[in-house]
């Protein structure tokens, strides 16, 4: 494949010709962002990477991060940036394909084929090719892409260990719930609140367990709710491998009470140079996706 095209080839070249050379990093990075079978996804192409995006009921949006050096080579030749629509299931899957225990071949992503398909095949094994096809559709109009501001001058945030994060709430669980999230300045704190038949707290002390919160910033007091369902969502499809590497997990409330939960998924093999995560445990530079989720505050009645 190469990996340049001339300027009278370039009309009818694909929009993009990436290969990916670790598939099972791309999987669970979207995998975190997969809380039901049938979900669409919106992705959109640009020379930067590749943006996938979810959402459900207007309350609830998840990015996932893939930027161009996440790829063994990736080739842009599209004006713009296309966007087009496809099942999140279906890429997961298919990508699964060109996995076994132990090893992934490396994968060509094209887009688009001759009829607006993502096809993809496996490269690099003499042996066998892998083809897949993934048909696509007009993307579905994102039913809102929020500006996130600050609640403050100050940024409201934290930072706790990803496996920390979804035991809390997965513990704070009450059918039909709602989660109560409140930042205090003095003492710096957390507290994650459940109510149901009855009510269950959770508190994060800055001072008492510095182990247990990485970070903490806040200079004033507020509380937000939040729908469980949507809250659980941020965590549940977390891959164990990102929860047993440990790694951090940011949580910051912005302007009305917007939420962002921010993941870092490795997408690289391990042997290459290393910077600092939100944890501040080494990481491959620029080998790693990063997820956003974003849930809207219930309202007042």
Known sequence: MSSSTT????????????????????????????????????????????VVTVEESGCLQAKVYLKSQLFAEYDYGAEGRPRFGLSLGLLVDCLNMFTVPGFASPVEIRYPGPDMQLLLRSVGSPDACIHAEIRTRIPDTLAWDYDFEHAGNTPVTFTVKSAILKETIDDLEWPGSSIQIQFLPDPPSVIFKGEGHGDLEIEFSYYANTGLLIAFQCDQELFYRYKYKFLRATTSNVPTSVLKENRGSKVTIGRGGMLKIQHLVSVARLGTQSYHNFAGGPQQPSRIAFIEFFVKPEEDD
């Open 7 to 50: 300027s009278g080839q370039r009309d009818d070249a694909p929009d993009l010709i990436c290969v990916l050379d670790y598939v099972h990093g791309m999987v669970d990075a979207l995998s975190c962002v997969r809380w039901n079978k049938h979900q669409g996804a919106v992705v959109e192409l640009s020379e930067h990477g590749i």
